[in-house]
T-cell receptor, first 112, second 115 residues
Framework: NAGVTQTPKFQVLKTGQSMTLQCAQD?????MYWYRQDPGMGLRLIYYSASEGTTDKGEVPNGYNVSRLNKREFSLRLESAAPSQTSVYFC???????????FGPGTRLLVL | AQSVTQPDIHITVSEGASLELRCNYSYGATPYLFWYVQSPGQGLQLLLKYFSGDTLVQGIKGFEAEFKRSQSSFNLRKPSVHWSDAAEYFC?????????????FGRGTQLTVWP
């Protein structure tokens, strides 16, 4: 039982490049989330998915897209990376009633 | 609007001293409340949570928190801090009855522990 896993752990991109961050959970959770963490800003919600097939914008969705591939997997895509997207990205999941969120280990992204 | 305030950006305590980290929230619905801890380079680990019932909740690593509805607060406490408690602590609030489980996080309090 791995919980929430994220790949890659680290990534360096050049401005304008694209990439996809992968997230998977094995807890049979319905809800999944993508956050970014910047110094002094706490965690800010990018996108979330209440169930398979649905996604919604969070606080800071600009420059990102998401796909809820199935119940287990929720990916985050940067189509054209910008230096402002340099951050640590966390994926999380929670059960149907919206209880505790469980977090992955994070992806550290540097955009040059 | 929903919000969480952690008034202290950085706290320094000596090992063995008591600790209290403050958290105030603004939320229209009956809240779920959480404290998470993040060690350097790591993800977030749940310390404790309040859903209902006893307003004093116990968590892992000897932490506890008290929900005070009248003060819209959920402060985290530990009687005696250990050097390994040095980390960043996040308070979060969510809505009871929500089928989504969206949480709102404070900006975090960085804890330094002096030997």
């Amino acid at each position: 039982n791995a919980g929430v896993t994220q790949t890659p752990k680290f990534q360096v991109l050049k401005t304008g490049q694209s990439m996809t961050l992968q997230c998977a959970q094995d807890m049979n959770h319905n809800s999944m989330y993508w956050y970014r963490q910047d110094p002094g800003m706490g965690l800010r919600l990018i996108y979330y998915s209440a169930s398979e097939g649905t996604t919604d914008k969070g606080e800071v969705p600009n420059g990102y897209n998401v796909s809820r591939l199935n119940k287990r997997e929720f990916s985050l895509r940067l189509e054209s990376a910008a230096p402002s997207q340099t951050s640590v990205y966390f994926c999380a999941s929670s059960g149907t009633r919206g209880e505790t969120q469980y977090f992955g280990p994070g992806t550290r992204l540097l955009v040059l | 609007a929903q919000s969480v305030t952690q008034p202290d950006i950085h706290i320094t305590v000596s090992e063995g001293a008591s600790l209290e980290l403050r958290c105030n929230y603004s939320y229209g619905a009956t809240p779920y409340l959480f404290w998470y801890v993040q060690s350097p380079g790591q993800g977030l680990q749940l310390l404790l949570k309040y859903f209902s019932g006893d307003t004093l909740v116990q968590g892992i690593k000897g932490f506890e928190a008290e929900f005070k509805r009248s003060q819209s607060s959920f402060n985290l406490r530990k009687p005696s801090v250990h050097w390994s408690d040095a980390a960043e602590y996040f308070c979060a609030v969510g809505a009871q009855g929500s089928t989504l489980g969206r949480l709102y996080f404070g900006r975090g309090t960085q804890l330094t522990v002096w030997p």
